[in-house]
């Protein structure tokens, strides 16, 4: 390739040390090329012993949050919502509401589970306009918004997962918000 130039001794001796320190992020069963000699020192030069390479460590990752209403819950809960055996505690109908009474009533309602000790709450937001509708969103506002709410609210910390309704309960125009166990204060 025209503009391309070797690379001198040093040059090439440092390039050497570079490529021994990188990892690759995905390592493959490729068999590994053999290590590059070092070209031969320049003439009149003295060639100076390098350091071995550094060994790159690989900073910790950060571990990985669960999206907002997406909280772990063991697997014998989301057996029970799958084959629809939860029962709500209480039932909060929204659908119908704007969004600004809607957030009021979502509210005051985890507030009033929350007090009484429920467990689960059946959350009706409506379902989503149908495909042919003149709408231009493809769920509805309220159900858009409850995820955010939740995530924001003074009772967020209460409050252990939001799944989808079984169909019995309204499917996919609801939502079950499933409380933290409540532990005696002793």
Known sequence: MPGRRRLDAEEAALW?????????????????AAPEPDPAPASGKRRVATPPPARVIPAPRAPKTPPA???????????????????PDATLDLHGHTLR??????????????????RVLLLVTGKPPRPESERPHARGAI??????????????????????A????????????IFRRRRPKH
């Open 166 to 177: 079984h169909p019995r309960h309204g499917g996919s125009g609801a939502l079950y918000v």
């Open 143 to 164: 159900r858009a918004a409850v995820a955010d709410w939740i995530g924001a609210s003074r009772h967020a910390a209460d409050i252990a997962a939001l799944r989808n």
């Open 101 to 118: 009474s809607a957030h009021a009533m979502l509210d005051a309602g985890l507030e009033r589970s929350i007090a009484r000790g429920d």
């Open 69 to 87: 209403g997406a909280a772990t819950l063991d697997g014998s809960w989301d057996r029970q919502i799958t084959r629809g055996a939860i029962q």
């Open 16 to 32: 050497a040390r570079v490529k021994a320190s990188v990892r690759p992020l995905h390592p493959t069963a490729k068999a590994k």
